[in-house]
């Protein structure tokens, strides 16, 4: 009996967990993302995250060939602005990946190791909310409903449409500048006070 148990422990002793290559992973979502942004966010199944980088880019590039293809007097600093997007997008698209499979590896180790994935540590929480805040937020669904919109009429080429850009361009853009600022001084500003109460 005692064999027995003693053997037990030993075999459970030299058992070791099964090691998932963090790295290996780490580096081929990196190269994904940057063959084809949002590719790599779809390797590590962030589908939602990887669709919305792939939209930004076809988005970018509708808009920056419309405004160049049609005979309106766009402003310049327009046209290089949407072109100055395109590296923006694909090179925090490959930042993003590589935070994102930090988190995603860290996951399926403790999955292997403890067998329990839904179970959050102490430090976890807060990661795993901004982690997923776009995977089942409702902001998907506007953007793909705002962009496909927009994609149609940059490929269509409606006469009203380029009028409306032609005498409320500037205004718009304008607007939609101010109200971004707005939202990201509101953000920090709210940032800032929760640190402040904790």
């Not at 780490?26 to 790599?40: D, Q, V, W």
């Not at 076809?58 to 293809?69: G, I």
């Not at 994935?117 to 976890?124: C, P, S």
């Amino acid at each position: 009996m005692k064999k027995a148990h003693t053997h037990l422990a030993r075999t459970r002793k030299t058992r070791k967990p099964k090691r998932v290559r963090n790295k290996t992973h780490k580096f081929i979502a990196g190269l994904l993302s940057a063959i084809i942004p949002g590719l790599g966010h779809i390797y590590l199944r962030l589908y939602m995250r990887g669709l919305t980088f792939i939209l930004l880019v076809l988005l970018d590039l509708s808009a920056l060939l419309y405004f160049s293809s049609i005979g309106i007097q766009i402003n310049v600093p327009l046209l290089i602005l949407l072109a100055l997007c395109i590296p923006v997008i694909y090179f925090y698209n490959v930042y993003d990946v590589l935070q994102s499979a930090d988190w995603v590896m860290l996951r399926r180790r403790r999955a292997v190791m403890q067998g329990n994935m839904d179970k959050l540590l102490i430090g976890e929480r807060s990661e795993r909310d901004r982690m997923m805040v776009w995977e089942r937020g409702i902001s998907f669904g506007l953007l793909l409903i705002v962009g496909g919109s927009l994609m149609v009429l940059f490929f269509r080429k409606p006469r009203w449409f380029q009028e409306l850009i032609a005498m409320y361009g500037g205004y718009s853009f304008a607007i939609l500048m101010i109200a971004g600022g707005l939202v990201l001084f509101g953000r920090e500003f709210w940032v800032m006070l929760r640190k402040k109460k904790t």
